[in-house]
Structure formats: C-alpha cells, structure tokens
C-alpha cells in the first residue's frame, strides 16, 4: 500500500492513498472541526466547516478537508485567519437556525462566533444530512429524506415508511447536532398530521 | 431510405440532395422557432400554405418552417429565395400579397422590409439589415435554411461530412489534436478548453466512456442553446458522435429542460433520422464506430446545469452537486470518465473537424478563439440571438448590432454571465468580449446571456432580483450558499425598503467572502457576483439607499413617492381617471394633487400624464413638498378670459 507523506499544522503526517485530509488529520491527532461528517457515513461536504487551506507547488486555496483526498508533499494549515473567518461565519448562519445547539454554542466559543448576529428563525435543522445519510447508507431504510431545494430544502420522515420503521430504530436522533428532540418532532409530525388531514377530509 | 454505409456513399446523397433542388425555385424559409411561434408563425405557415394552393403554386414554391435566425424582436420573420428577400413582422393577412407580388411577379412588399428605428432606411435582404450585416454567423446562419424536422436540408449544406472526415481520413487522436489546436473553450459558462476535457476522459483507463450535452440552459433571459438544438439538432448530434470518437465513447446523452418542448421533439426526431441513415447505432457509416444518443428531460432546475449536479440527475437522483475534487471528465456519470459540453460547443466541432483548427483560430481573441452567441435582451432595441466573434466591444454589440437603448434613454449597465455573472458599466463599454476579459472587469461569459439595462433601473434592486432566484435555485446542500444567499437576500430587500442599516454593505461582503470561498460548487461560488459586481461600479447607489434613503434610478417603490408639479398641471383629468387607487384629487379645472396616504406607487400617473406636461414627477430622499392650497388650485385657461 502507497503511503503519502504530507504536513499538517507543521506535523508530518503519514496516509494511505485515497484518504481524505481530515482522516490524515484525525489519524494525527489533529483536530478539525465538522458538522456533516460520520465516520460510517460517505463524505457529504455541506456544512464546509471542515476547511483548511493547503499549499501545493506554491499554491494557496481552501479545500474542504472532509472530501479533499491526501496528496505527497502538500502543506495543510487547519488555522489561518481567513479559515477562522468562514468558520465563524458558517456558525453564525446556523444558529440563525439552532442557537442553543450545544456544539454549536462550543463551537462559537472558540471561533468567536455570535450567535444573535443573524435574526432567529429557528427551525432546529441546520441540513447536516446525518439522519437522511444514516437511514439511507447504515439503516438502508430511507424513512427521512430531504425535500424542496435551496432555501426551502427541510428534512422530512415518510409517513408510509416511518410508521413502520421508526419506533423501534430511533438511531438517527441522537446523531442530530442541534437537538435529538428536532428530529422527533418531524417523526411525529409525518406521523400525525396525515391522521389529522384524514380526519379534516373525514369530518367534511 | 437504406443506410449509408460508406463516405463516398454519404458523399453521393449529399449531391443528389441539392441537384434534386432547383437553386432557382421560389422557397419561403420561415423562422418556426419558440420565439416566432410565440408572435404567430405556425399561423403564418399555415397560411402560406393555404395561399399557394389557392394560387396553384404547390409544385412551383417550397415553404418550410426553419430554425431560429436570432432576429426575434422583429418575429415571424421569413427570407424568400433565390431572391433572399427578408421580410419581418409578418402576419397571416400579409401572406396573399406576399405570394402574388414577390413570388408570381418577383416585386418586393416595401412595407415588409426592415426599417432602421432611427434612419427609416429600408433593407431588402437580411445581409443588409444592421442588426446581421455586424455578425460573424458561423453557426447561426444555417438556422434559417434548415427545416430541423428534415435531416435532407442538413445534408443539403454538406450536414455530417465532418463525421465521416473524422471516421474515414483522421485517427481518433487527430480528431483530438484538431479541437486542442482549436482551442475552443466551453460555451456552457466555465471556458474549459474541450480538448483538455476530452483528453482526460480518452486517457482515464475507464473502458465505459460517456459524452453529454448540456442544454439545461437556466440562466433568465437566454436562449441560444434552445435556438441552436430547435433549429439544427443534427449539428449538434454531429458535434456529439464526433467527440465520442475522440474519446473513445459509445453512449451519449442530451439532456435538455423539459420546458423547451420543441427542442425534445427536434431533437428526438433527428436521432431517430441519424438512425435510420446510419449516423448513429452500430457501424455508423460503415466504419466500424458505434454510438447511441439518449434524450433525458430534466425537471427544471437552474443548478442542474452545473456538471456534477447534472449527472446526478442523470442518475436519477436528485440534482445536486458533489463535492468531490475529482474531475467528472475522469470520475463522472455512474463514476465512469464522462466528457459534457454545453450545446453551443458541440455546434462547432463539425466546422473545427471540416475546415481546420486554423480557420477556426482566425476569429477571436488571444485566449478565447471562434465566435459566441449572446442573447440580447433587456433594454435594447434589437431583442434576439447574436452570433460575435470574441474580442469585439461590448459598445459594438450594444449599439451596432442591438441598435441602441430605446426611448431615448441612457445606457446604464450590461449584465453578462447569467445570475452568477456581473453588471458592467458604461466606462467599460469599449471592453473586447472574451472569457478572461469578461472575468477580468468582475462578470463572466457565461452561457452567454447579455441584460442591458438603462438608467432607470436601480442596481441594488438588480442584485436583490438575482439573488431572489438563487434562493430558490440554489439546491440548498451546502451552507455559505444556501444560508448565506438566504441572509444576503434579507439585506438587500431591506435596503431596497428603505430598512438599510450601516454596516449591512460590510456584512454583504463578508457573506459574499463565505460563499466565493467556501461554497462547493461553481454556482454557489458565483452567487454573490451580482451583489459584488453592482458593489464595485455602483457603490454610491447602494450608500444612497442605506445612508439618504434615496432610490438614484428612482425605481425602488418604498424610497419614492409621486408629485404633481402645479406649475406644470394642466388639469387634463388623464392621472386622476386612470389611477386604480383613487389617490388623485382631481376636478376639472383643478391642478390635480397625490394624496400619498393613498398612492400605492403603480406609476400610473407617470406613464399617462401626456408628454406635453409631464406634470407627474417622481421624488426620492427628499420630503414631498406639500399640496397647493385649496384656492391656489384654480385653473384659470386664457381662451376663457377673453
């Protein structure tokens, strides 16, 4: 197996070919904050809180350290100004969403972020994805997914499915990054507004 | 009609198919392209049709309806050969006389013509009129002699002697070599050069290959793509096959928006020809080659135009991009090397294949070779498709060819690129068009849409109104751009609203930073481009609405109100009658006052207070002065104090 020799943070770190840089990085003890990435779950790259900057070749960019695969001899910071900039921003934009999440409130903390600078709408999710991606990918059940797109993009159960398959999994609340109770509140309500629909039409 | 299998075969249909036409036989070409057919031209067609019949012309005068030319302001729009008689604006009544003065007596309709807006001068052939004669039409110009029903009329013009040049006299690496020399680079929006693309899919060890074409065209206000696959599928189907030989593919795929019908259909049924002539399928034209072409449909969404997105969807999964850092020409459809150009691309490569890389270089500049078509729409009198060889001015295609800003208004900006592109301003009209010029000034070619707009449009409304469609195009995955287009929208509506706060520019720019750094993909990159753009070159406009509260272009509703100047009211009763909210005191004989308690600022009493008053103003940043008292409203006319 080829072994990639590559610096983070000033450390030289040793990865397999084909590993991302935040695995480098975990596998060094390195760490690099996420919100979106589960080790049993594909690399998703949404929630961007994972960037660094790499040099190549004299080259300076931000990649996403989550999906960006190891490369020989490239030189990864984890902290620069402008990467604490956009984290802090990233996390300002979620708690517009979710401001009493606790990683996200520690997360704030050390990047500075302000948690009233947007004004509320609270809706809990902040579309990690973790719940869809783990029904989908470990459970295979495909009880949760996404719908509508951009601003209006929300998480939603399945009626059909989640009666089935939800009472005695529940495994994808305690991935919730905002609060377990969000994601029973969408269970329950795919659950009971149908019977409440029916029983509007019902009572016609 | 049996297969042609060889090239000297294909060579031998292509001669019979223009001996059998008589160059000198009457043949009324009309434009049956979307925009035509929006004006009336399948009515027109049908009337032709009619008329010559009654006139017992059937076997003397072909009429068809043919691609889209790109005139569209002027539509339907039809040329009359040999004579090649343009005539625009045509309506099914005009059709009888057209037949018996044109076609039996070869005399020309004068009222037809084109006629300059500004000169009155009159232009018989489409040569002549200002809006083509400042073109360079390479691949437009077949459009109009095309009935894209009929894959015979694109053999007619030497249609798919590329492919067999490519199949029969050039290796698949020569064909590769001569679209690098080329140097196209890709008209979808990126400027990739295509053969770079090609080459990484034709080097990938990934036996199974695909090649795409992306005409999910989504930016507002362009249409080329569409003009392009509704008026001449086969040259793109031409295009496709011949980069599936370069790259070593055998499956392609087209996948257009499902709101452009006519183009579906155009395009299915030239595959469908392309079949049955030995185009496409197993052992196209006896080489040995062969290729398949599937039509999908997508559901209509602007980020399914981004590539990754796009093959996504392809998959049947929903469009959205991935955050790979792989290439998808190398990792692409079903993980397998997949080259997509956009369709405008794909048009070239048969003229690149057919008269050389060399000829092809000639147009152009330095680093952006061939021509591109622009959509012209906006404030311009010349709406249409206009085909320009890169490095010609901005200023040239605005007011050589676009004729101008109509109403005698001022230029303001030029929006290039789509929603992810920028506004330009007047000082940069001598600017020559070109992918890295057209980044250089903070916009981008695009897909080659071109908005002009004129000083009475409001810059900060134009960035609110392009960040309005992102919300709902973005696919929402990623944070800068879903999150952050959502809070930038916020600012910009609000300062619109007279809600501007200081400090809200610096926050833009902060939030344009997140997502032109972190978003992932190349739309989200771009989305703050129309904030930044308009920023640049017209940042007293947006300190004026945050600091002054004043609306410049005076377009925003909530920072302007209407006034009645007294000195200049003369009583007419025209704003009073026509304002559908009653918030004019009127009376006859009485200077008309707003009551701006009630004006819901439709702009009603602005457009209809006749131009020898223009008593109606419009005020922004500034109190509205006070009503006239009552006795001071007393009209008193001098015909009746004599």
């Given at each position: 197996m080829s072994e990639i020799v590559l610096q983070i943070d000033g450390k030289e770190v040793k990865a397999?070919?084909?590993?991302?840089?935040?695995?480098?990085?975990?596998?060094?003890?390195?760490?690099?904050?996420?919100?979106?990435?589960?080790?049993?779950?594909?690399?998703?790259?949404?929630?961007?809180?994972?960037?660094?900057?790499?040099?190549?070749?004299?080259?300076?960019?931000?990649?996403?350290?989550?999906?960006?695969?190891?490369?020989?001899?490239?030189?990864?910071?984890?902290?620069?100004?402008?990467?604490?900039?956009?984290?802090?921003?990233?996390?300002?934009?979620?708690m517009a969403h979710a401001p009493d999440s606790f990683i996200l409130q520690d997360l704030a903390?050390?990047?500075?972020?302000?948690?009233?600078?947007?004004?509320?709408?609270?809706?809990?999710c902040i579309h990690c994805g973790l719940c869809v991606r783990y029904c989908a990918e470990v459970k295979k059940k495909n009880a949760i997914g996404f719908v509508d797109r951009g601003i209006r993009k929300e998480i939603s159960f399945v009626p059909e499915l989640a009666s089935k398959e939800c009472w005695n999994c529940k495994e994808c609340f305690e991935l919730c990054p905002t609060e377990a109770l969000q994601a029973a509140y969408v269970l329950t309500e795919a659950l009971t507004s149908p019977a409440l629909s029916f029983k509007r039409e019902a009572a016609k | 009609m049996p297969r042609i299998s060889s090239a000297d075969e294909l060579a031998k249909v292509s001669q019979e198919m223009i001996a059998r036409r008589d160059p000198n036989k009457p043949r009324i070409s009309i434009c049956a392209g979307a925009g035509c057919v929006a004006s009336g031209a399948n009515e027109v067609i049908a009337?032709?049709?009619?008329?010559?019949?009654?006139?017992?012309?059937?076997?003397?005068?072909?009429?068809?309806?043919?691609?889209?030319?790109?005139?569209?302001?002027?539509?339907p729009i039809l040329v009359i050969y040999?004579?090649?008689?343009?005539?625009?604006?045509?309506?099914?009544?005009d059709v009888p006389e057209i037949v018996s003065q044109t076609i039996k007596e070869k005399k020309v309709v004068d009222r037809l013509l084109y006629a300059d807006p500004a000169t009155g001068e009159k232009a018989t052939h489409e040569s002549d009129i200002p809006f083509y004669k400042n073109q360079e039409r390479i691949i437009l110009s077949s459009n109009i002699k095309i009935d894209p029903k009929n894959i015979d009329d694109y053999l007619a013009l030497g249609g798919y002697s590329a492919l067999a040049k490519a199949l029969f006299q050039m290796t698949s690496e020569q064909v590769l070599d001569e679209v690098k020399k080329s140097n196209i680079r890709g008209r979808g929006g990126g400027g990739f050069p295509a053969g770079r693309k090609w080459e990484g899919s034709r080097n990938a060890p990934e036996p199974i290959k695909y090649v795409i074409v992306n005409a999910d065209e989504g930016d507002p206000g362009a249409f080329m793509d569409r003009a392009l696959l509704e008026g001449n599928p086969h040259s793109i189907l031409e295009g496709l096959t011949i980069g599936a030989y370069a790259v070593g593919s055998h499956e392609g795929y087209i996948y257009v928006r499902q709101e452009y019908p006519l183009a579906v259909e155009n395009v299915t049924i030239a595959?469908?020809?392309?079949?049955?002539?030995?185009?496409?399928?197993?052992?196209?034209?006896?080489?040995?080659?062969?290729?398949?072409?599937?039509?999908?449909?997508?559901?209509?969404?602007?980020?399914?135009?981004?590539?990754?997105?796009?093959?996504?969807?392809?998959e049947g999964r929903a469009g959205e991009p991935r955050p790979k850092y792989i290439r998808s020409n190398v990792v692409g459809l079903w993980g397998r090397p997949s080259v997509l150009n956009n369709v405008e691309t794909w048009a070239n490569i048969p003229l690149i294949i057919n008269r050389g890389a060399d000829w092809f270089t000639q147009y152009?500049?330095?680093?952006?070779?061939?021509?591109?078509?622009?959509?012209?729409?906006?404030?311009?009198?010349?709406?249409?498709?206009?085909?320009?060889?890169?490095?010609?001015?901005?200023?040239?295609?605005?007011?050589?060819?676009?004729?101008g800003i109509p109403g005698g208004k001022k230029f303001k900006a030029v929006q290039t690129g789509g929603p992810s592109g920028g506004c330009i301003p007047?000082?940069?009209?001598?600017?020559?068009?070109?992918?890295?010029?057209?980044?250089?000034?903070?916009?981008?070619?695009?897909?080659?849409?071109?908005?002009?707009?004129?000083?009475?449009?409001?810059?900060?409304?134009?960035?609110?109104?392009?960040?309005?469609?992102?919300?709902?195009?973005?696919?929402?995955?990623?944070?800068?751009?879903?999150?952050?287009?959502?809070?930038?929208?916020?600012?910009?509506?609000?300062?619109?609203?007279?809600?501007?706060?200081?400090?809200?520019?610096?926050?833009?720019?902060?939030?344009?930073?997140?997502?032109?750094?972190?978003?992932?993909?190349?739309?989200?990159?771009?989305?703050?481009?129309?904030?930044?753009?308009?920023?640049?070159?017209?940042?007293?406009?947006y300190e004026a609405h945050v600091k002054e509260k004043?609306?410049?272009?005076?377009?925003?509703?909530?920072?302007?109100?209407?006034?009645?100047?007294?000195?200049?009211?003369?009583?007419?009763?025209?704003?009073?009658?026509?304002?559908?909210?009653?918030?004019?005191?009127?009376?006859?004989?009485?200077?008309?006052?707003?009551?701006?308690?009630?004006?819901?600022k439709c702009g009603t009493c602005f457009e209809v207070c006749p131009s020898r008053f223009r008593a109606v103003t419009k005020i922004s940043g500034e109190p509205v002065p006070p009503p006239i008292p009552e006795e001071a409203r007393k009209i008193v006319r001098k015909s009746k104090q004599k």
């Open positions: 397999a070919k084909g590993m991302t840089v935040l695995e480098a990085a975990q596998s060094a003890g390195i760490s690099i904050p996420t919100l979106c990435y589960h080790e049993k779950l594909e690399p998703f790259g949404a929630c961007r809180l994972c960037i660094v900057e790499v040099e190549s070749r004299g080259w300076t960019r931000l990649v996403v350290s989550c999906v960006y695969p190891v490369e020989k001899d490239i030189i990864v910071r984890t902290r620069s100004e402008q990467v604490d900039r956009i984290r802090k921003m990233i996390l300002e934009l979620q903390k050390e990047y500075g972020a302000d948690r009233n600078r947007f004004e509320k709408e609270p809706s809990f | 009337a032709f049709k009619a008329e010559i019949e009654k006139q017992g012309l059937t076997t003397e005068v072909d009429t068809k309806g043919t691609g889209c030319p790109g005139f569209c302001e002027r539509g040999p004579e090649e008689i343009c005539y625009v604006q045509v309506k099914p009544e595959i469908k020809q392309a079949e049955e002539y030995g185009f496409l399928g197993k052992d196209i034209l006896g080489s040995g080659f062969d290729f398949v072409v599937k039509v999908h449909q997508g559901a209509g969404a602007f980020v399914c135009g981004e590539s990754t997105a796009l093959m996504t969807a392809l152009g500049t330095e680093t952006s070779k061939g021509t591109k078509i622009f959509s012209l729409v906006g404030k311009i009198n010349n709406t249409g498709l206009v085909e320009v060889p890169m490095g010609i001015t901005l200023k040239d295609i605005i007011y050589k060819i676009g004729g007047e000082e940069l009209l001598d600017l020559e068009v070109g992918f890295d010029e057209l980044s250089k000034v903070g916009s981008m070619m695009g897909s080659g849409g071109m908005i002009v707009m004129d000083e009475d449009t409001c810059m900060v409304d134009v960035a609110r109104y392009f960040l309005n469609f992102l919300t709902d195009e973005s696919c929402g995955k990623c944070v800068p751009c879903r999150e952050g287009i959502r809070q930038m929208l916020k600012l910009l509506t609000n300062i619109t609203q007279g809600k501007g706060r200081e400090g809200d520019i610096e926050l833009l720019e902060e939030l344009s930073e997140t997502a032109k750094e972190a978003a992932l993909c190349a739309l989200g990159k771009s989305a703050p481009n129309p904030f930044l753009s308009t920023l640049h070159y017209f940042r007293d406009e004043r609306c410049p272009a005076l377009s925003c509703k909530e920072l302007i109100a209407y006034h009645i100047d007294p000195e200049k009211c003369n009583a007419c009763t025209t704003c009073a009658k026509k304002c559908p909210s009653e918030a004019i005191i009127g009376g006859k004989n009485l200077i008309h006052i707003v009551d701006q308690e009630k004006c819901t």
